[in-house]
Structure formats: C-alpha cells, structure tokens
C-alpha cells in the first residue's frame, strides 16, 4: 500500500473517531460545517490590511535599491561604451567600483528578501490566528458542532459556512477602520 494512500486512511480514521462521538452527544444530529481556509486567506481583508503593511515598510528600501541597481546600470553601460577610450588603470578603477557596487546590491537585495520572507511570516502568522478565530468564534456562537477546514474530500455547499466567516471578517475589519 503507498504512503499516500495509508494517509488518506490514516486521516479519515482520524476524522472518524472525532465525528462518531459527536454524532452520539447530539441530540438532533451535530452541526457541522466547513471553512476554506484558502479562500479566507485570500480574500479577507485582514490579510490585504496585512500585505499593504509589508508594502508600505519595504517600499522605501525597495526604491532605494532600485537606484542603486540603476546607478550600477548605467556605471556598467558607461564602461562598456568608453573601454577603449581608457587607460588601463582607469579601467581598473573603474571595474573595481563597478565590483563593489554590484557585491553592495546583491548583499542589500539579499538582506531586504531575508527581512521581507521574516515579515511576511510574522503577518502570516497574525492573519492565519486573526481568521482562524474569526472561523472558531462564528462556529460557537452559531452551534456548530464540529468545524472542517479546508482540505476535505467533499464538502456540500450547505454546511460551507466561509462565505459568512468572510462576511464576519469584513465586518470587523470594517468596525476596525471606523474607530479613532
């Protein structure tokens, strides 16, 4: 048997043993629903709050390098163009600033990516808590049962209650931008 299909096995004996008690606790049934985690992701506003944050903090850094891979550009260009106008020492020079410009850039770019990939993981990570209890709190105080995130095998579209969450979601991102 493949690994993949021992999984499949594994998580729906798994999904089983957390359903069957629940069928025997409720009284008319459990309520259960199910959230696409995905979607919630990609279109709460939260989570675009979040991604216009990260802009808005390298935006300046970002241009700043983009001078700089410019500025090296037109320092390349203008070598290329004058080589054989150049003494040998001047075109040393010149290719030893065009060296330590280019390490600069390529450190700097590096740093900027690093410190972006840290970033977004933090806004990630707030956005991904922010969601989840938004799902968890609307599961609660609607009688859900049991709450199923996305991926599932199937899901009918009476038990997806991510479009609510996501109303949820805007509503309070909404009361958010209202208040002073």
Known sequence: MKAATRQLIGLLLGTCLIVLPLLAQ?????????????????????????????????????????????RLDALRASLASDRNALEPGQLA???????????SVRRARERMQKDLKERSTQELDKSWQTVSNAAVEYARSHGYDLLLPSPVIYASPKVDITDAILRKLRREAQAQETRP
């Open 26 to 70: 409720a009284q008319n049934g459990p309520r259960i629903g199910y959230v696409d985690m995905k979607r919630l992701l990609d279109q709460a506003p939260q989570v675009q709050q979040a991604h216009d944050r990260l802009q808005e903090e390298f935006s300046s850094r970002d241009l700043a390098l983009q001078k700089e891979q410019d």
């Open 93 to 103: 020079d010149r290719q030893h600033e065009i060296d330590v410009l280019a390490g």
